[in-house]
């Protein structure tokens, strides 16, 4: 289910506004997983099909060390 964006200038934005995805994986055999999670749901998030760029970097860790993904999102509101 498509989580509401919400600004006060423009409220209720969702999915169809992410023009970019950046992805931070802690450990690269994690990347098959990841790659499921979009197949799966991607498709319900972007109804049109096309869906925004999504660089994914593996990375020596986060900021905490339990922390094993990051995602950065990019929207035009």
């Known amino acids: 289910m498509p989580l509401p964006i919400s600004t006060p200038r423009s409220p ?3 999915f169809a506004n992410v023009v970019e ?3 931070y994986l802690v450990h690269a055999q994690d990347i ?3 790659m499921q999670f979009r197949t799966r ?3 319900s998030l972007f109804a049109s099909g096309a ?3 999504n ?3 593996v990375i020596d860790r ?3 060390e339990e922390f094993l993904i990051e995602v ?3 929207a035009a509101l």
């Open 51 to 53: 869906h925004p760029p």
């Open 32 to 34: 098959p997983k990841f």
């Open 21 to 23: 995805f950046t992805t």
């Open 41 to 43: 749901e991607f498709p």
């Open 72 to 74: 950065s999102a990019v």
């Open 55 to 57: 660089p994914l970097l």
């Open 62 to 64: 986060l900021v905490r």
């Open 12 to 14: 209720r934005k969702g």
